[in-house]
T-cell receptor, first 116, second 111 residues
Framework: GAVVSQHPSWVICKSGTSVKIECRSLDFQATTMFWYRQFPKQSLMLMATSNEGSKATYEQGVEKDKFLINHASLTLSTLTVTSAHPEDSSFYIC????????????FGNGTRLTVT | DAKTTQPPSMDCAEGRAANLPCNHSTISGNEYVYWYRQIHSQGPQYIIHGLKNNETNEMASLIITEDRKSSTLILPHATLRDTAVYYCIPTTSGTASKLTFGTGTRLQVTL
């Protein structure tokens, strides 16, 4: 079945530094990937839609200059949290779907970011 | 996006059927009902989806009412590993369709 891989699974960084999270579709091509954020005891909130070869589309209230998304190939999207602060500590999850099909979206296992 | 209502929590004894309801009375004619679950500290896992007809796969069954305003996910023989938060999400089909997660139902399967 479709597999989406995220790396790293967890990361701790100091306030003010930047962190890059990778999302890969391992056995299929994905023109569209989605990035979510989940705070403790809350549901997943969509941050942005990542489009291969073009700019990401951000949800209202999500700062595009802080959360940089790059979708340079059909199998890889990256999310960079720039100048991270403790309030950016969260569980970041990506999802992707097989290009050109109606198959359901599949999710990575998430990246837990802790900013100290 | 259609609004959904799910009970915040449910309990089920292991081995029994778990029936998880979802109300989606504002669902559009071209929207499917997708069900995902999230086990603690993992990414969501796809379970099943349907448009009008009832569906069954190796994980679960999905019963959709004739007016499509509600549906029920059935786990026929719940196990402890089915303990998770279950989300029903109406959305158009296709890989470009984003999923909007509500608060879901926290299912606790007990011995």
């Amino acid at each position: 079945g479709a597999v989406v891989s995220q790396h790293p699974s967890w990361v701790i960084c100091k306030s003010g530094t930047s962190v890059k999270i990778e999302c890969r579709s391992l056995d299929f091509q994905a023109t569209t990937m989605f990035w979510y954020r989940q705070f403790p005891k809350q549901s997943l909130m969509l941050m942005a839609t990542s489009n291969e070869g073009s700019k990401a589309t951000y949800e209202q209230g999500v700062e595009k200059d802080k959360f940089l998304i790059n979708h340079a190939s059909l199998t890889l999207s990256t999310l960079t949290v720039t100048s991270a602060h403790p309030e950016d500590s969260s569980f970041y999850i990506c999802s992707a779907g097989r290009q050109g099909s109606n198959s359901p979206l599949h999710f990575g296992n998430g990246t837990r970011l802790t900013v100290t | 996006d259609a609004k959904t209502t799910q009970p915040p929590s449910m309990d089920c004894a292991e081995g029994r059927a778990a029936n998880l309801p979802c109300n989606h009375s504002t669902i559009s004619g071209n929207e499917y009902v997708y069900w995902y679950r999230q086990i603690h500290s993992q990414g969501p896992q796809y379970i099943i989806h349907g448009l009008k007809n009832n569906e069954t796969n190796e994980m679960a069954s999905l019963i959709i009412t004739e007016d499509r305003k509600s549906s029920t996910l059935i786990l026929p023989h719940a196990t402890l590993r089915d303990t998770a938060v279950y989300y029903c999400i109406p959305t158009t089909s296709g890989t470009a369709s984003k999923l909007t997660f509500g608060t879901g139902t926290r299912l606790q399967v007990t011995l």
